[in-house]
């Protein structure tokens, strides 16, 4: 196992730490609960959090800040929270405006986040959860766990944040974060596993020449294990299955973002988004805007998720308002 | 021995989540490839790290009521372990411990109920049931044996016997499901072949504190 | 070899292609020769141009825009440009106030920009380049290739592509661009190694115990192969040559990077800035300024590098001055 | 052969030159790995992109003079192979057809004082010298054996021949040399051991040149 790290057992903490260090005049960390927090807490508005398995950064703890999270909760590697720093986090950032928590759809994650609703509730705070479920890589089922939840919670949680910062109510942004997770769709491939530190073993073995198409960001295996193919290939499959889900159609405006999974250099995600925009070009969908980077990552797998979003002029509007986080700045 | 009435104290419980402990740090590593096989490679280590602080927390400490113990045990569970596993297994034991109560014995038809309400939890937060390939796979077949026998009145070590047996053959049974909750579900029927890891955890721990609970019994 | 591409001989060209169309309103493609210029070319200044071999991606073609630089132009990859790209890029540049050429140090790049240099002198434009060599890996000789040019570069764009902006002339830019040279300073190390498209295997073989210290981001060989350390020892050997070099001394305020490679994952990045906040608060040296991500890459290589800037007052002005370009972006 | 006086035309030298690029073609893989040791690792992928705008552009044209044909060469190579490589090699061939001017035919005496201009480019360029561990330890060497034969009045085969085994020669010695310029450079006294690849494609592209010329000479 190679790794820039001292210790498995230490990971998040070390490098939640770092991130603290790094971003001091934006966070601190919650004095009792691993919990990453605003500095600047002054404002009334509805406390905005997040949180899941570490191995997923920048997600969540990099988009604490203005105009996106209020406080994040990191579990350990790939896996979910405990409900006391959820319970903790929103203690600590609660202004009497209400708390949203923006839960990512694993059993874990659901489980452990509605406990902590459920401590919350019974000491009288408001709090209300939205389930993001984008990845059209596993078929939805009332039977089954659901969908995943993956790159669509960066949509969720800028655009969402944006609408708290104007001093929406809880109720107000739950509809829309709902909104946002019904018009968002995620998929992603991988060509190599990620090692989970604790383990110390790739999560999965692949060949040289194979791929896998429909990966989890916790490396879960995917739709098919298939040959490594070309960027215009995958991003087909890739693309297809989205556009062909929700459906997006002809005419519709989208908000689009190529996200690495931690191991794939920037070079391969900016060619992976000229075959994204070729394609929707050619089906009349319009990107409207745009990420391409390391946004929500499986360790250092490599590998590509594509996510798409319809915008409406309110979601684009909310979009380009001005953030401030360690992973998204813009407008200030 | 068997035909003699298990009674089972809290000080004796101890001893037998503590040997249930043990044998989940043996097998940490075996969990966590089961897991890398269908799920995303951690049971192993979340539930190592969960039974490390159920260790330190209830290890040589004196307990007089199933409640207090169980409740420990639940928290120190939901606290450190996160994942799907931690709530799951920390509705177990809180569960159960509300059901025993606040007294310092139990008998086996005690146990068996306070199981019965274990499972309960599990099944109620995760919205799961039977053949969905998870650790119910094991919890329910272990509890319906238990009981039924209890009911039956078969000697005590033969009971729990039975039901680590049934606990067995469910845990087994789980190769051959299609995963309907938790991570494995991704996969559909590429989940086929291979042991649910929360399965077999669940017999791990059951298996150990039962052997514990009637080598306590035989010491008599 | 495990890429999202189509074919190594198009890798560049297609992803430049994929940097334009998601930066449009920022970027766009000289109509003849490789280059991404500022499609905003308005403003009278000094056009400041930078390139280098491709696959250190977000360097040099993330780095044009508001702030920055006018144009780079991207050779193949690990492969410095050609002198036409230089010439054609600051032709199309030029705003009549000369122009600067930032060079990393590699013989291939300074040869190629020499060239340009003089095409463009014997044209009558106005044109200067510096030279960055801030790697202490390598000793510095005059009988030598000298040291090479790594993370000090981006600090280099950042500054001086502030002080363009405020309107300064040719002759300050290149006496601060100098000044930045002067006193920036770099280190790297690699867990893993890059491979070249085109060649198709890793450019060195290392045990997977093993590590390199004092990696080129060409995945040129350092000074020493050792065994694998932890972070924080990791840590004291890079910022132990770098602080020693200058030398930095207590009571300075730096600037520092902590930059992935491009296969090592943020969560690690953030962990290996604690460790080296923890080493420069102990021998009294000062962070007042920090970035933790991936600056200057190498392809797909694990690893990281730190780079440390003395500051002065000037320096931290212009390094908080806005900036609007593709990676990196504040004030706006 | 041997004794008869070879006149080198520019048609004559166009096919030398493909045959260099047939020679840079062929050993693409080895240049590469050889850089991959004490370099970068793309050594070959230079120059064959170089070599192959080389032979896009010259081939099937027909050239009147040397000083045209070699400047096209020069600026394929320097505006396509970038690295180091390209503005050494542009350069070579810049001040080769700068020195032959616009001749059709040139002795073989000509060619040396070409060559020699030649390696003063590379050498003004590159700030190198012999020893440095770079294609001056093939380009020195060859241009020095192929004067000193020139004006010794050696038969031209055998002058050629002799050039050749110099460069040889050169780029052997590279293998016990500790880089001082280039990439190699920064391993210091790790870059022993390996040959320098810009030594082996400069003697690939001076062998494969010099055995074109010599097979025209044979066929006359
Ligand atoms: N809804 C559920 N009901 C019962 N058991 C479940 C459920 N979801 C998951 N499990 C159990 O949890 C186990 C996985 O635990 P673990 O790996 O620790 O958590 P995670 O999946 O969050 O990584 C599965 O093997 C399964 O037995
Ligand atoms: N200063 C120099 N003078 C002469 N030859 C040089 C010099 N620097 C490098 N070279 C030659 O260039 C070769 C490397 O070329 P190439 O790999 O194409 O370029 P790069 O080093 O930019 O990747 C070296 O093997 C060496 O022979
Ligand atoms: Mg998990
Ligand atoms: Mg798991
Ligand atoms: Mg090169
Ligand atoms: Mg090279």
């Known amino acids: 196992m190679k790794k820039l790290i001292n210790s498995p057992e230490d990971v998040v903490s070390e490098s939640v730490e770092g991130l603290v260090f790094a971003h001091e005049s934006l966070l601190e960390l919650h004095p009792s609960a691993r919990v990453v927090m605003r500095r600047d807490r002054r404002r009334e508005k509805v406390a905005l959090i997040s949180g899941g398995g570490s191995g997923h950064e920048p997600l969540h703890v990099g988009y604490v800040g203005y105009g996106m999270l209020d406080a994040a909760c990191p579990g350990e590697i790939f896996t979910s929270p405990t409900p006391d720093q959820m319970y903790e986090a929103a203690k600590a950032t609660d202004r009497g405006q209400g708390i949203l928590f923006i839960v990512k759809n694993y059993t874990g994650d659901t489980m452990n986040f509605s406990i902590a609703v459920d401590l919350l509730t019974a000491e009288d705070y408001s709090v209300e959860q939205v389930v993001i479920a984008d990845d059209v890589a596993v078929q939805d089922s009332l039977y089954t766990a659901g969908r995943r939840g993956v790159g669509g919670t960066v949509f969720a949680e800028k655009i969402v944040g944006a609408k708290a910062e104007e001093g929406a109510s809880l109720e107000e942004l739950k509809e829309l974060c709902e909104k946002v997770s019904n018009d968002v769709r995620s998929m992603g491939v991988a060509l190599t596993s990620p090692t989970v530190p604790a383990s110390g073993k790739p999560t999965f073995e692949i060949a040289t020449d194979e791929m896998e198409i429909g990966i989890g960001i916790h490396g879960e295996p995917g739709r098919e294990r298939v040959k490594l193919r070309t960027a215009k290939e995958i991003v087909e499959v890739m693309a297809k299955a989205i556009v062909e889900d929700l459906p997006f159609v002809a005419g519709d405006q989208v908000a689009v973002m190529v996200n690495g999974m931690g191991g794939s250099p920037l070079i391969e995600l900016y060619l992976v988004y000229r075959e994204l925009k070729n394609y929707l070009d050619k089906i009349g969908i319009g990107i409207s805007r745009s990420l391409v980077g390391n946004y929500i990552t499986s360790l250092e797998m490599q590998g590509v998720s594509i996510t798409l979003l319809r915008l409406d002029e309110e979601l684009k509007r909310l979009w380009d308002a001005p953030v401030f986080t360690p992973a998204l700045r813009w407008g200030m | ?220």
């Open chain 2, 1 to 220: 021995m068997g035909d003699v009435i298990l009674v089972i104290s809290v000080e004796n419980f101890i001893k037998s989540l503590l040997s249930s402990a043990n044998a989940v740090f043996a097998s940490k590593d075996m969990l966590t490839e089961l897991d890398a096989a269908i799920g995303d490679g951690d049971h192993g280590i979340n539930l190592d790290r969960g039974f490390k602080t159920v260790k330190e927390k209830i290890e040589g400490k004196s307990y007089t009521a199933f409640s207090e113990l169980l409740r420990d045990v639940a928290k120190a569970l939901l606290f450190s372990v996160g994942g799907a596993s931690g709530p799951l297994y920390g509705q177990f034991f809180l569960k159960m411990g509300m059901k025993l109560g606040s007294k310092p014995e139990a008998t086996l038809e005690e146990f068996a109920n306070a199981v019965k309400a274990g499972v309960g939890g599990v099944k109620s937060i995760g919205k799961g049931e039977r053949f969905d390939k998870t650790m119910l796979d094991v919890l329910i077949p272990f509890s319906e044996v238990l009981s039924t026998c209890v009911n039956e009145k078969t000697p005590c070590a033969e009971c729990l016997k039975r039901a680590i047996e049934a606990a067995r053959e469910g845990r087994d049974e789980t190769i051959n499901l299609i995963a309907r909750k938790g991570r494995a579900s991704y996969l559909g029927e590429r989940s086929v072949g291979h042991m649910d890891p929360g399965a077999a955890s669940s017999f791990l721990i059951l298996e150990a504190m039962c052997q514990a609970l009637l080598s306590v019994e035989t010491d008599r």
